[in-house]
């Protein structure tokens, strides 16, 4: 730090500015990098209000209390991260892509941020502040306010392309390098490895999850790779984790707390059937283990003492039968804790629907289909359903149509799980619980389907294809013994939402106004 004076009506006052050499401008310089490319090239949904919203509140804040207490005016450059922090990280539902200027729920950004800073003079052990500000006051807010509400920032956030690349090349090399020079690097790279290997465990037991990214839930090796990949996590671990002043002195206590949190965070991630959750479950192990961490310094060696080396205290640990062995039973009843904690998360994809098709007709001849415009964002985002495939979406989706008819005419809801899902299954489900008597069935005829991506936001309960469809509807009115009485015509423009909610068959969920209307 740089001190200098500020004389305001008469009265010097010590001015403290940053040095160069202080980290926390290199992390600054990291993280005001990400926001930048967030903003020009990564589609990242937040504004420049809401960061600002965000950065200035902690700033201000800070500035106050260090005034209050030192009668000092302080570059608040910790606060600063703790705000550019949140910032990075929250996402408020409602807030329109592409708005880089709207000023919405501007306040939530400052509040949240502001809550975190706080955190850091209101929760304190011996002198110290216990959590890492943005860390716990993100937790706090997901769990008060909920996904109908805030979000938080994917674990995948773009197509691989310049501009990821350049993110992780920004991520990778600026953690290096500053986790390297706190001497930290050890306790990242440990973390990473400890949450690898968990989520390995919890992948190769069948966990899923949604994701408002991916078209079908993720699964399997998807879900490992998605998570131990994700630009997000290595933000976590070298910016978010490694903050000295939340962690143990000791490089035996700071190796233990890195896994503890990755054991924590595999916990609470295994429960979790959509990222929301998941991404939350991450957030929270570091905010348990902060927790206890007053623990952990009495556990293990005091820093720079004949004990803190990690060799040789491995080395003691693992020559003693006793305590090897109850490292080996506490790896395995964590691993089969992790098994057993995603039961929630398992089972997501839905059995085979082959039987519903068999026996209910719902044959759809392709010749009748318009040609289907897609939209190049599309193909960008994946380019597997934009070839050839679409025409076969687009047969899916008339052939649940039909389906969903014949499910109001039978009066059997069982065949809407094989062709409806989310909204759509529980409004179909209703109207088929609800007909008595007469019965009208819907058949569309398409003239033309454009094709869209709808990326929803709040739930993060998948992706979908919006089809952009004009036609014809035809009502059909059946009477309670299943005789035509009338048919009426009518066109249509409306907006058919599909995703692959729950296996390999692309599934209605949900029928809305046209984008226009």
């Known amino acids: ?27 600054a310089a990291v993280i005001i990098t990400i926001h930048v490319l967030g903003q020009v090239a990564l589609g990242f949904v937040v504004s420049v209000p809401q960061i600002l919203a965000a950065i200035l509140t902690c700033a201000v804040l800070e500035m106050g209390i260090t005034f209050w207490q030192t009668r000092s005016f302080v570059w608040p ?3 600063m991260l703790t705000g550019s922090g949140v910032a990075l990280i929250l996402r408020v539902v409602g807030t329109q892509p592409g708005d880089h200027w709207t000023f919405h729920a501007w306040y939530v950004f400052a509040a949240i941020a502001g809550l975190s800073l706080l955190t850091k003079y209101v929760i304190r052990y011996r002198g110290v502040h216990v ?20 979000e938080p920032l994917d674990f995948w956030w773009a197509p691989m392309g310049p501009a990821m690349l350049a993110a992780y090349a920004v991520i990778v090399v600026g953690g290096l390098l500053i986790t390297r020079r706190l001497h930290l690097l050890p306790m990242a790279a440990a973390f990473w490895v400890g949450l690898a290997i968990g989520l390995g465990v919890l992948a190769a037991s069948g966990h899923c999850m949604t994701a408002r990214w991916a078209f079908t839930p993720v699964c399997g090796f998807d879900f490992w790779w998605v998570i131990v990949s994700s630009p997000e996590v290595l933000v976590f671990l070298f910016f978010m984790l490694t903050d000295p002043r939340t962690i143990p002195a000791g490089q ?10 990755a054991a924590a965070s595999t916990l609470l991630i295994a429960p979790q059937t959509n990222e929301f959750g998941a991404k939350v479950g991450l957030l929270g192990g570091l905010v348990a283990m902060c927790a206890v961490r007053p623990l952990l310094d009495r556990l293990f060696p005091t820093a720079k003492s004949v004990e803190d080396d990690l060799r040789a205290y491995g080395g003691r640990w693992l020559r003693s039968g006793m305590r090897a062995g109850l490292t080996a039973v506490a790896v395995l009843a964590l691993g089969a804790g992790v098994v057993l904690a995603g039961t929630p998360a398992r089972g997501m994809v839905l059995p085979d629907v082959a039987e519903v098709l068999a026996r209910v007709p719902h044959d759809v001849d392709p010749s009748t289909l318009p040609p289907i415009t897609v939209d190049q964002e599309v193909a960008d985002w994946d380019h597997t359903v934009a070839g050839p495939d679409m025409q076969r979406i687009v047969l ?35 109207r088929v619980e609800e007909a008595s008597g007469a019965t009208m069935i819907a058949h569309y005829r398409f003239d033309a389907i454009d094709v869209r991506l709808l990326v929803p936001f709040g739930m993060q309960t998948g992706l979908s294809l919006g089809f952009d469809a004009r036609g014809t509807l035809v009502r059909e009115t059946y009477d309670a013994d299943g005789h035509l009485r009338s048919s009426e015509s009518s066109p249509f423009d409306l907006t058919f939402a599909m995703r692959r909610a729950t296996g390999d068959r692309w599934l209605n969920v949900a029928v809305l106004p046209a984008s226009g209307s």
Do not use: C, K
């Not at 305001?8 to 202080?22: E, K, Q």
């Not at 006051?137 to 509400?149: C, I």
């Not at 035996?252 to 949190?261: D, E, K, N, T, Y």
């Not at 149509?401 to 059997?412: F, K, P, V």
């Open 77 to 79: 450059a910790s606060a």
């Open 131 to 150: 959590f890492n500000p943005s860390n716990v006051g993100l937790v706090v807010a997901f769990v008060l306010l909920g996904s109908t509400r805030i």
């Open 396 to 430: 899916t989706l008339a052939e649940n149509l039909e389906l969903e008819s014949q499910a109001l005419l039978q009066h059997d809801p069982s065949i809407l799980a094989a062709v409806d899902h989310g909204d759509r299954l529980i409004e179909m489900q209703a």
């Open 1 to 27: 730090m740089t001190t200098r004076a500020l004389t305001l009506r008469g009265t010097s006052y010590p001015l403290v500015l940053p040095s160069i050499r202080d980290p926390r401008l290199h992390v």
């Open 252 to 261: 035996v206590g700071r190796i233990a707390f890195a896994l503890l949190v």
